[in-house]
């Protein structure tokens, strides 16, 4: 394994990186003497986000001989926690005039190898200062990895491409919004960032193609990040349950209702059960789950939550038709943007009043957000009273209604609701 490792150093080394690579929004930390950890679902661009770092290090002047980068999917190899230390021998072996307190580790899908916090741990203590990891797990790269670093490393979420990444892609300035021709490459872009996500990989693929890479990621999600990681043995049950966390996307989920359906249709499982297979599928950052906001946190954590996929495009391969819901798929979108920005979302209900986001800022509520995709006579009293109800209740004189291509002002007795394009509000 020596050997191989050395021919993967040397390999890398001598590898011309791509200067193509989009720009993220995602800026890390500088913080010295923390390890860097991105985290995020597979398929979002972690492994390339990496390489941009390895290419502007090298761009600043560091030589390529003094970083060292490995991807723990890599099927050459089986780590071990013991054989994790192969990696510095092996590179001792190629360089031993070099000293590794020199050298910049970036370690992809570090989650693979068992016990793999100890060896950072001791990296960091003894060998280097400057350490990079990605996973695809949140509580290994995230809550849980505090108990094993004691606060040594310092957690970034990449998500797929964002409408203004997308934008980037393609080269198309975000800032031109008012000259016919850019605004109108805009809106039909974010037209198909509803359909599509924003997957790097398959951003340009046609409508086939699409449908089935996304099917395919569906598959490696199930199988790798929640069957093989948790050792399950009803894969059967894991899939069903998988559909249904897809085909409830912006909606509250009731494992109780789906545990009942699951006896009907004869497939043997608990409700203990689902509830960890919830867990997992939040875990591996497949779904994102938000509670009802309420003062008490005791309240909040008992309240059913609501589901959203980490990509409209889930939802556009997993349902018959190629556009259903774009009202749930603009939801989505919003959402997203709302976690990359603030993290810590709620929704409200009370009374037959809801409103889609409650946002907070260490406990404090700063903004509220309704999203509806077009404003009409039906829904609009509905809309609005939603948003006006939960501006009472967090006293805020302020809220926001985004929509598909509407733009106003309402005013009410408790305050002012902006009403806005979701594509506008995504490039303020």
Known sequence: MIELLKNIIADFHSRELPRDIVPRDLKLPRVPGKILSVI???????????????????????????????????????????????????????????????????????????AWEKFLRRMLENVSKEIYITGSSAKLLGREIATQLRGRTLSSTLLP?????????????????????????????????????GYPEIIEADEESFVRVMQEYGDVLLY???????????????????????????????????????????????????????????????VFEIKRYDRSPARRAQSQGKIYLNDP????????????DLGQKLE???????????????????????????????????NLVQVCYELNEQNREREVQGLVSAMKICT????????????????????????KPTWKWLLE
Do not use: W
Not at 229 to 250: I, K, Q, T
Not at 313 to 324: E, K, L, R, V
Not at 337 to 366: A, H, M, P, W
């Open 40 to 114: 995020g679902p597979r398929r979002s661009g972690k492994t390339t986000y990496l390489y941009s770092l390895v290419r502007k290090a090298r761009d600043d002047g560091r030589k390529a001989d003094k970083q060292v980068f490995i991807n723990f999917e890599d099927e050459r190899f089986r780590f071990s926690t013991e054989s994790l230390q192969q990696i510095l021998d092996a590179y001792q072996q190629l360089y031993p005039d070099t000293d590794l307190a020199e050298v910049a580790f970036y370690f992809d899908e570090i989650q693979e190898v068992p």
């Open 332 to 366: 989505t979108v919003v959402f997203l943007e709302l976690v990359k920005q603030y993290g810590d979302i709620f929704y409200y209900s009370n009374n037959n009043r809801e409103c889609d986001f409650v946002v907070t800022d260490r406990g404090t509520v700063n």
């Open 224 to 286: 790798r990040d929640i069957v093989e990681r948790h050792r399950l043995s009803n894969p059967h049950v894991v899939r069903e349950f998988m559909l249904r966390l897809f085909s409830n996307n912006g909606k509250r989920i009731s494992v109780n209702k789906i545990y009942n359906s699951f006896r009907s249709l004869g497939l043997r499982t608990s409700k203990d059960t689902l509830y960890a297979l919830l867990d997992h599928f939040v875990d591996a950052f497949a």
């Open 161 to 197: 491409f964002s409408f203004r990444e997308r934008l980037r892609f393609f080269e198309i300035d975000p800032e031109d919004i008012h000259t016919t021709k850019n605004r109108n490459c805009i809106t039909a872009q974010f037209h198909t960032h509803l359909q599509r996500g």
């Open 313 to 324: 495009g889930y939802s556009t391969a997993y349902q018959p038709s190629f556009s259903a």
């Open 396 to 419: 805020l004189d302020h809220g926001l209604l985004l929509t598909m291509g509407q733009e106003e002002k309402i005013e009410t007795d408790d305050g002012i609701i902006h009403v």
